[in-house]
């Protein structure tokens, strides 16, 4: 008679759980990930060269390293090439909201960013979307 209470009460426990899950709102949907829209140029090297790419990183991401060897070419006198890595450069991860790497910023000489590529990118896309960003000016 006692295990038919006991049996009894886990078949109610069950169904109560059941039924309680199943009332519990959906996790929220994420609908992006932060990009900023200006940088400080004061915040990286070369603040007065013309553009600015900064590419946020993260010393545990293979994606970005191939970013920055993907971005490295891209350095010369009018450019500046900028890794941001998250554990050496965690202040600046900060200050903008990244939350999620890899992400490469084209600035111009005002800071604004004029370009943005999150995850994995093609070599060409950067170097195209630097080369109009120039040629825009």
Not at 107 to 117: E, K, L, N, T
Request: glycine share 6%.
């Amino acid at each position: 008679m006692r295990y038919v209470f006991v049996v009894a009460a886990v078949v109610v426990a069950v169904l109560v759980g059941w039924v309680a899950q199943r009332r519990r709102p959906d996790a929220p949907v994420r609908t992006g990930w932060n990009v900023p829209q200006q940088l400080d140029r004061a915040d990286f090297t070369r603040p007065n060269a013309p553009y600015l790419v900064a590419a946020f990183t993260s010393a545990t991401c293979d994606t970005c390293r191939e970013i920055v060897t993907k971005i490295s070419v891209l350095d010369s006198d009018s450019v500046v090439v900028q890794e941001v890595e998250y554990g050496r450069d965690r202040a600046l991860h900060d200050r903008y909201a990244i939350d999620a790497v890899p992400v490469v910023l084209m600035a111009d000489a005002g800071g604004i960013v004029q370009r943005s590529f999150l995850g994995p990118t093609s070599a060409a896309d950067l170097w195209a979307a630097l080369a109009e960003l120039r040629g825009a000016d």
